[in-house]
């Protein structure tokens, strides 16, 4: 139910994702190295009661690629304050995962009028204050993946330099997927997330003292994959009074995909209660 078109910031043309017209509008924003389908886990619910428009960030999925070094938190952010402005008529739900998360919370104090509330997905708050060194299996995949994108002529050519890691017995169609996403994301929104420059210009603090709408923050565990500490969440919840946080057990950081029903369940009840 979810149809794919295109707006043109004035900067780079995106990609995004509309459904149905069943309610108030949400705007939903991936993670990196990935595109707006990493959210689908979610999507046929959220479909069900709100307006979706799942954006493909700049340099990720179908959308355009500026200039490498364009790949800031405040970069992403500029494309959605233009998305909001142009594209969606009333307040709307700002959903963020990992990446997204950040966009997120670098959008919702530039435009308070244009959201209604603030949904965050275990954004990398971690990296207020630690390097990415911090999380040794985010480097290694990170550098992984810029490997391949940066290396690669064809989706064909991430197939085969990653079968070795692929899973015995996944399918042909889905090992192709995640191929095509890895093949459509710039390598310069890899090397800004290595270089730990995904938050240069970008003043956390006063984003989170500044947003003023309702937010849900909800994290995976540490343990387990989770880039959100529980000093972050207590460092968040100081900042912003009116957050309400809550740690998904048994989720790493694809929290959507870890724990699908849970995180539904939370959300879902937050909406009602705003």
Not at 6 to 31: D, I, Q
Not at 75 to 97: C, T
Not at 110 to 119: G, N, R, T, Y
């Amino acid at each position: 139910m979810l149809q794919e078109k295109s707006f043109n910031t004035g900067e780079v043309v995106l990609n995004y994702a509309e459904g149905p017209k069943s309610g108030s509008p949400m705007v939903l924003l991936h993670g990196g190295s990935v595109s707006w389908e990493n959210l689908q886990p979610l999507l046929p619910t959220f479909i069900e009661h709100w307006h979706v428009f799942a954006l493909d960030l700049r340099g990720h999925g179908k959308s355009g690629r500026p200039a490498e070094e364009s790949y800031h938190a405040t970069d992403y952010a500029r494309d959605v304050v233009a998305f909001l402005h142009q594209q969606v008529d009333q307040p709307a739900i700002l959903i963020g995962h990992s990446l997204g998360g950040l966009a997120a919370l670098a959008t919702a104090p530039q435009v308070p009028d244009c959201i209604s509330a603030l949904i965050l997905l275990d954004p990398p708050l971690f990296l207020r204050d630690l390097p990415l060194t911090t999380k040794p299996e985010i480097v290694q995949w990170l550098t992984f993946v810029y490997d391949m994108v940066s290396k690669a002529k064809s989706v064909e050519d991430i197939i085969e330099i990653a079968r070795p890691f692929t899973p015995q017995g996944r399918p042909e169609a889905e090992t192709r997927k995640n191929a095509e996403r890895i093949f459509a994301t710039a390598p310069g929104t890899i090397k800004t997330m290595l270089d730990n420059q995904v938050l240069e210009g970008f003043d956390i603090e006063m984003a989170l003292h500044n947003i003023k709408c309702p937010t849900l923050l909800l994290s995976g565990e540490w343990d387990k994959g989770s880039v959100v500490r529980d000093e972050d969440a207590a460092y968040v919840r100081q900042q912003m009074p009116q957050v309400v946080v809550q740690k998904i057990l048994n989720a790493g950081h694809q929290i959507h995909e870890d724990q699908t029903e849970t995180v539904l369940q939370v959300i879902t009840t937050f909406l009602e209660r705003v």
